[in-house]
């Protein structure tokens, strides 16, 4: 009797210590998040004004300058990858959301998984064979084409994901009063699952917005001002690591300022992202009941 | 009368509405812009595997199978390359990642899927998901100037005096080092084992807690010995999917690893990952054979990468099968 309730206290007093282990985990886990969100604005505010958002790189040495020539360039990369993959992606979606257990709707579903583990890097090498080789230069264009292969993968996942949640009625009321597929999907779906579709696009965007490794070797970098999609051109994440493993200080300064725009930029489009999540399944909950 | 025959005639139809019922009012090109979309989304994984095939043919042909298990790599006089100081490096800094981010990460999904109340789990299932959102590139400017002299430097230090007569903790201590890689990589793929265990904990029927809560055990008795073992494969699968994200990372593991070609056992002493090499020199690679040298280093990288995520889908998948299953029945 004693010992048994002995054992029964070990018990429960080892089952609470785990548990606080757990809580410990998840502190220690979401610690260096903190750190470096409150570093990068630390390091990178100081930096900041309206200057450097708007004026283009000067010499190691000369005060001032700025990083315009990447934002420019990174919008140019980023928005030519959505260009290719969001409409691909939103029309695989379709067959995954609506044929999911069909051959080809396991394979499109599984695939993408698969496609979303490819490292980045990878992709880099697989877009210069198929690009910079046969040009024979680095161009935006092929850094497009590389960020359009990182953001297909997302851009079908919550895309489907998105779909899964329009209400089969609505789908099914607009084939039974005589639509063809195609006017159900683009006027009667894509619109109820419209703020869904716009997260995984925002998602997509986020992600390719700080890749910088596939850039070393598709987009180059370029430290002047260049809108042309067949010459090499600048980076936010690339010129991050430029300025960052460059040895003058003034650089290195530059290099936090940079990931200050970058961080803040991607931080903003996953919190929007969310709360138009959190919106939408509010939203969508009061309808279903 | 008259209408009865009728009936036999065939209704005229117009050349148009005959073409619209041939492609069912649209549809028909709907159909196979649909099915062009999906195809090209999957002919994508075929088609990487054969550009990076073709495109390392010299180096296959020069070196063979030997690639893989020579270390030198010397681009400059000999022009002789072997990859296996890069296969190693990574492979050390992937397994010390994960050694330190597994229990970690599993500790995280248990919190947000078992432990935490409720108006708790949005918030910090939210800041676990930004954790993974965060720039490869800022985690390398982050570990190089603030985490390496604040925690991998003291680290090592600490470990070289007391475990240096282990050849892994081997001085002289350097700060950036492969040490300094895999407590990066840990942070870096901490998110997505703890986002996908805490689905699998979610994905375990309700049934089975309160069935051994019923029976006495404690909430840990029931994580550990009911939960855990019910989505084991599922969380195998997570955590091959965080080692496949972790042999792939590159910029955050570049900027910190150090770059060096040296074959020690050390993890105190700066290396190289398959990964960073292909980062440092792809653009350096002046002639055809070094080219297609580091093309099939990303060959390698790509089927281990591969082999590991189809490993974890299935994994992953045959634990929401399984609960699916059992929840109909």
Known sequence: MMLSQRRASWRKRKSLLMLALCGLATLLAITPLLWILGYVLRAGAPAMSLSFLTQLPTPVGVPGGGVLNAIIGSAITVGLGLLISAPIGILAAFLAAYQPNTPLGLAVRFGTDVISGVPSIVMGIFAYTLVVLPQRHFSAFS??????????????????????????????????????????????????????????????????????????????????LSFRLDQPIATLPHTIFVYAISPYQDWRAKAWATAFVLIALVLALNVLARLLVWWRTRQLGSVIR | MAQDARIGVPERKSFSSRLTNFWQHGDLLYYSLVLLAALLALSLVAAIGYQLWANSALSRRAFGWGFLISSRWDPALDRVFGALPFISGTLITS??????????????????????????????????????????????????????????????????????????????????????????????VGPTIAAISRDVFRAIPQSQREASLALGATRWEMISQV???????????????????????????????????????????PGYTMASIIANEFTEATYDLYLHALIEIGLILFVITLVLNLLARLLIWRVARQTFQEARV
Not at chain 1, 148 to 156: A, D, Q, T, V
Not at chain 1, 158 to 185: C, D, F, N, Q, Y
Not at chain 2, 228 to 248: C, D, E, N, T
């Open chain 1, 143 to 224: 850094g497009g084409v590389v960020l359009s292969f990182i953001m297909l993968p997302i851009i079908i996942r919550s895309t489907e994901e998105m779909l899964k949640l329009v209400p089969t009625a609505l789908r099914e009321g607009s084939l039974a009063i005589g639509a063809p597929e195609w006017k159900t999907s683009l006027s009667v779906i894509l619109p109820a699952a419209g703020n869904g579709v716009l997260t995984g696009l925002m998602l997509a965007i986020a992600r390719a917005a700080g890749e910088a490794a596939p850039m070393l070797f598709t987009a180059f970098g370029n430290p002047f």
């Open chain 2, 95 to 188: 397994v010390v990642a994960l050694l330190i981010s597994v229990p970690v990460s599993l500790g995280v999904a248990i919190f947000l899927a078992e432990l935490a109340p409720h108006w708790l789990r949005q918030p910090v299932s939210f800041l676990v998901e930004l954790l993974a959102a965060v720039p490869s590139v800022i985690y390398g400017l982050w570990g190089l100037f603030v985490f390496i002299p604040a925690v991998v430097r003291p680290t090592g230090v600490l470990l070289n005096d007391w475990l240096g007569f282990l050849p892994i903790f081997a001085g002289p201590v350097f700060g950036p080092s492969r040490l300094a890689a895999a407590l990066i990589l840990a942070i870096m």
């Open chain 2, 227 to 269: 939960l855990v073992p019910y989505g084991l494969s599922g969380l195998l699968g997570a955590v091959i999917l965080g080692l496949g994200r972790a042999l792939g990372e590159t910029m955050a593991v570049t900027m910190v690893i150090g770059n060096n070609l040296d074959l020690t056992l050390s993890l105190l002493h």
